[in-house]
């Protein structure tokens, strides 16, 4: 049985201004998949999209994971505390980021963004999609730093089941590492191959992002058995992250059977 460490969930403290790891991961996350967007955009170009589009798009892309996170945690999880008190919404320092609610905010983005720009909005998914493992494996590394999202009790004698002293006295599932790996290492293990395997068929449009739709939406699934659950349904067996990862799964497939029209 493990102890979780006593992390400082400031990694950085300036005055009166705390930098939170939390913060570091989004900034992180973003710079990265930019980064990865624009190589992406220039190793197979597309009508209408290059770096500077992309870097265009950044702000857009922010806008999408903050509001759209932020407005998703409250509608699929916590709607009723909100309606009770509006002024929490602003607190964004006090946690409540939806993942879900991200990637819709950021499909909202999208879809504006491409046709202000007469862009394939296929065309500009398949070269943000990659960058979003990156952005899981440091999201869930925060969460186990900030000791937040705990797992579920852990099964008698499981040599790395962890005590979260904050939340009880139970050995719990490390769920956020198992995420980590997961959402992060093994999704983008996925959506390498399939980058490999896009690149040297034309191309296809929608193809990576079917595969990182379908892929995630699996891996979320494995991960939600080992989380505790905020929200449940059919007596425990299905939880609300369970089923906003199923659309996910059966969108991605879509996209894979249809990926047939090339750049």
Not at 204 to 218: H, N, S, V
Request: glycine fraction near 14%.
């Amino acid at each position: 049985m493990l102890i979780f460490p006593d992390f400082n969930p400031v990694a950085l403290q300036l005055g009166p201004i705390a930098i939170h790891w939390y913060g570091l991961a989004y900034v992180a996350a973003l710079a990265g998949g930019l980064w990865l967007a624009k190589y992406l955009a220039a190793r197979y170009p597309a009508k209408n999209l290059d770096g500077q589009g992309l870097e265009d798009f950044f702000l857009w892309a922010v806008l999408g994971v903050i509001l759209g996170g932020r407005i998703g945690y409250i509608l699929f999880y916590n709607l009723e505390a909100y309606v009770q008190n509006p002024l929490a919404i602003f607190r964004l320092w006090e946690g409540g980021i939806a993942f879900h609610g991200g990637v819709l905010g950021v499909t909202l983005a999208m879809v504006v963004f491409a046709r202000r720009r007469h862009i394939n909005l296929l065309d500009l998914a398949d070269r943000i999609a990659p960058a979003v493992p990156l952005g899981c494996l440091l999201g869930r590394l925060a969460n186990f730093i900030n000791g937040e999202l705990v797992g579920r009790p852990a099964p008698e004698g499981l040599p790395w089941g962890m005590v979260f002293p904050h939340i009880d006295g139970l050995a719990r599932h490390p769920s956020q590492l198992y995420q980590a790996a997961l959402e992060g290492l093994l999704v983008g293990a996925v959506v390498v191959l399939a980058l490999r395997w896009w690149g040297k068929h034309g191309s296809p449009r929608g193809f990576i992002t079917g595969a990182w739709l379908m892929a995630y939406g699996l891996a979320r699934l494995v991960g939600e058995t080992f989380r505790t659950p905020e929200i449940t349904y059919l007596g425990g067996a299905l939880t609300q992250g369970m089923l906003l990862s199923v659309p996910m799964v059966l969108g991605g497939l879509w996209l894979l059977a249809k990926a047939g029209t090339k750049n």
